[in-house]
């Protein structure tokens, strides 16, 4: 019997609507509330079609570090496979990287925020 290994993954954005996870992920995922301190949102307009068609929303949330410690993004974290957080690697477009981040609760997980940052 073989172990799958599984890692947190924070979202803030369209990997939190079914129809993302349907399509990235083949499944709706369960996750819980969380925030990630030190970021503050805000918005980038997207051109993947294959982005477009899954979320159905041109503009998508980004974070960025912010200078202010009392910034926060609120999200949800989800438990997911190696494979599905490849699989969110290739839904996101260029403009984000994958970070590890400790959250509010404690948890350790990976976000996408805004490249070159």
Not at 52 to 73: K, R, T, Y
């Amino acid at each position: 019997m073989s172990v799958i290994q599984t890692t947190f993954l924070f979202s803030y954005g369209t990997l939190q609507l079914e129809s993302v996870q349907l399509k990235s992920f083949g499944r709706r995922l369960v996750g819980r509330a969380d925030s990630m301190q030190g970021f503050r949102k805000s918005f980038i307009e997207i051109t993947d079609p294959d982005v477009l068609a899954s979320s159905g929303e041109q503009f998508h949330p980004i974070v960025v570090p912010s200078d202010d410690p009392d910034d926060a993004v609120d999200g949800t974290v989800f438990e997911i496979t190696a494979a599905e957080l490849h699989a969110a690697d290739q839904y996101e477009v260029a403009d984000y990287k994958r970070v590890d981040v400790v959250l509010r609760s404690g948890t350790r997980a990976w976000v996408y925020v805004k490249a070159g940052e």
